[in-house]
């Protein structure tokens, strides 16, 4: 699973309200990322990183912000939290082998009501 | 990056192998054809990878045609655990971000 946990694992949060979830790895990967999953549109990319403090917008950024102060964090922020983005978030990791794999996480629930 | 084509579901027998077939007729040579699978709400798993020699590890084998238009996941004795879609990823291979796009997959479905 290459030591990556998320936190929460479920959240239940209203509208309006800002939400962090938490993406920690182990293993010292420089790229990280957090995509989104919902029915009908597959895994969608939201942001990710290339290392400690940097940052890019994947397809899906509006309304959510990222931060990355240490190599194992990677954390995902929705300021103000709307029932559209009630989804299951998964982080991930690339590894440094020849191919570049990535390795995900075991997700995050976000119910927004 | 180039698109490939699975079948939305497949049927498979508990011990029987799984064959399943991705088409990607416009890759381009430096793509890499990648295989993930996801387990009923749980995180994708990568399972192998291969550029246009015929791949095998612990979790599958993976056969890519010599014109490398298409290829096959084989997993040699499905299990119930097998059940999950998995999807057929071409990428090219590269320093910088490796932003994978993940399509609808193949719903495979192992019967006891």
């Known amino acids: 699973d290459a030591g990556i946990t998320q936190s929460p694992r479920h959240k239940v949060t209203e509208t309006g309200t800002p939400v962090t979830l938490r993406c920690h790895q182990t293993?010292?990967?420089?790229?990280m990322y957090w995509y989104r999953q919902d029915p009908g549109h597959g895994l969608r990319l939201i942001h990710y990183?290339?290392?400690?403090?940097?940052?890019d917008k994947g397809e899906v950024s509006d309304g959510y912000s990222v931060s990355r102060s240490k190599t194992e964090d990677f954390l995902l922020t929705l300021e103000s939290a709307t029932s559209s983005q009630t989804s299951v978030y998964f982080c991930?990791?690339?590894?440094?082998?020849?191919?570049?794999?990535?390795?995900f996480g075991p997700g995050t629930r976000l119910t927004v009501t | 990056d180039a698109k490939t084509t699975q079948p939305t579901s497949m049927d498979c027998a508990e011990g029987r192998a799984a064959n399943l077939p991705c088409n990607h007729s416009?890759?381009?040579?430096?793509?890499?054809v990648y295989w993930y699978r996801q387990i009923h709400s749980q995180g994708p798993q990568y399972i192998i990878h291969?550029?246009?020699n015929n791949e095998t590890n612990e979790m599958a084998s993976l056969i890519i045609t010599e014109d490398r238009k298409s290829s096959t996941l084989i997993l040699p004795h499905a299990t119930l655990r097998d059940t999950a879609v998995y999807y057929c990823?071409?990428?090219?291979?590269?320093?910088?971000?490796?932003?994978?796009?993940f399509g609808q997959g193949t719903r495979l479905t192992i019967n006891p």
């Open positions: 991930a990791i690339r590894t440094s082998g020849k191919a570049y794999e990535q390795y």
């Open positions: 293993e010292n990967h420089r790229y």
């Open positions: 990183s290339y290392g400690v403090k940097d940052t």
């Open positions: 416009t890759i381009s040579g430096n793509e890499y």
């Open positions: 291969g550029l246009k």
């Open positions: 990823i071409v990428r090219a291979v590269y320093q910088g971000a490796q932003k994978l796009v």
